[in-house]
């Protein structure tokens, strides 16, 4: 009988304000990866622009494991590509996991998804669901999402190449800036284990990446630094942008999208939840 899984991964958004390289959410937004034994190879996606050869990031992912040559994919996904909401971790989860659950093979998921995608936050999330407190190599912590927080997402038209923005930020920063972000980082990872709203909102402030990356979303930027006054708890940028995060009660939720749908009119308003699952695999028979 011929082996075949499903695998369904969620978005993520990271950096979280602070958290530059660090910290990263689960998102309730999935990729979904069918693989199937069938004698040839192949590879099905509904997401226009997204190589169906070996160069697929799910197929690259599942080849790191075990060849891929009698092996079928099947694509579905309702991540948005290039918006800071960890579509290229999502597929590279989702391939790991296929190969390493189809064959089992019990491999050191994180630490192949990390050196796949080059940082640790995305893939962590991806991985494991909730909140993630990433240090380097090291296994991830994992931090269960407090009870009545949503998200909402703002997502613009426009997109953002993550090295660009890598590259918009300096080697070195002022110290001053160091010492805030440590402060506020700390100030949301308790905000987050306690279920402390006003923590957490205090804890969102960042003054490492996002002002230095103004210029590749000047619009973004406007709306993250309205969030309290649109009656959120706090916004920051998901990830390399150009996509907010706002950060909602749930009561406040349905009428802060509405203020966000008539504020930036031009960009896709979703409401999100916090996931506290990550990556599942279920085999089919």
Same mark, same amino acid.
């Given at each position: 009988m011929n082996r075949r899984r499903v695998v369904r991964v969620p978005a993520s958004s990271a950096n979280l304000g602070p958290g530059y390289d660090v910290l990263a959410a689960a998102l309730g937004i999935e990729l979904e990866l069918?693989?199937?034994e069938t004698?040839?190879?192949?590879?099905?996606?509904?997401?226009?622009?997204?190589?169906? !050869?070996?160069?697929?990031?799910?197929?690259?992912?599942?080849? $790191?494991?075990?060849?891929?040559? !009698?092996?079928?994919?099947?694509?579905r996904s309702a991540i948005p590509a290039a918006a800071g909401l960890?579509?290229?971790?999502?597929?590279?989860?989702?391939?790991?996991? /296929?190969?390493?659950?189809?064959?089992?093979? !019990?491999?050191?998921?994180?630490? @192949?998804?990390?050196e796949l995608e080059g940082h640790?936050?995305?893939?962590?999330?991806?991985?494991?669901?909730?909140?993630?407190?990433?240090?380097?190599?090291?296994?991830?912590?994992?931090?269960?999402?407090? /009870?009545?927080?949503?998200? %909402?997402?703002?997502?613009?038209?426009?997109? %953002?190449?993550t090295a660009e923005a890598r590259g918009a930020l300096p080697a070195e920063v002022p110290l001053a800036d160091a010492v805030h972000n440590v402060g506020r980082a700390s100030l949301l990872v308790l905000g987050l284990?306690?279920?402390?709203?006003?923590?957490?909102?205090?804890?969102?402030?960042?003054?490492?990446?996002?002002?230095?990356? $103004? /210029?590749?979303?000047?619009?973004?930027?406007?709306? %993250?630094? $309205?969030?309290?006054? @649109?009656?959120?708890?706090g916004a920051t940028i998901s990830g390399a942008g150009p996509t907010v995060l706002f950060w909602s009660h749930w009561e406040q939720t349905g009428a802060l999208v509405g203020r966000l749908r008539g504020e930036a009119a031009e960009c896709e308003v979703r409401r999100v939840t916090f996931a506290p699952g990550g990556a599942d695999v279920n085999a089919l028979v």
């Open positions: 069918g693989v199937e004698g040839s190879f192949s590879v099905e996606c509904d997401v226009p622009g997204v190589p169906c !050869d070996r160069s697929n990031l799910c197929v690259r992912a599942f080849e $790191r494991l075990h060849l891929a040559d !009698d092996v079928s994919f099947s694509i960890g579509s290229s971790a999502a597929a590279l989860v989702a391939g790991l996991c /296929a190969a390493d659950h189809m064959y089992e093979l !019990d491999a050191p998921l994180f630490e @192949l998804a990390h640790p936050d995305n893939v962590a999330a991806a991985l494991l669901g909730g909140f993630v407190i990433c240090v380097g190599g090291e296994q991830p912590v994992r931090v269960e999402p407090p /009870a009545g927080l949503e998200g %909402v997402l703002v997502i613009p038209p426009s997109q %953002v190449i284990a306690e279920g402390d709203f006003s923590l957490i909102g205090r804890g969102l402030h960042d003054a490492l990446h996002q002002p230095r990356r $103004r /210029a590749l979303y000047p619009s973004s930027m406007e709306l %993250v630094e $309205r969030a309290e006054e @649109l009656g959120a708890v």
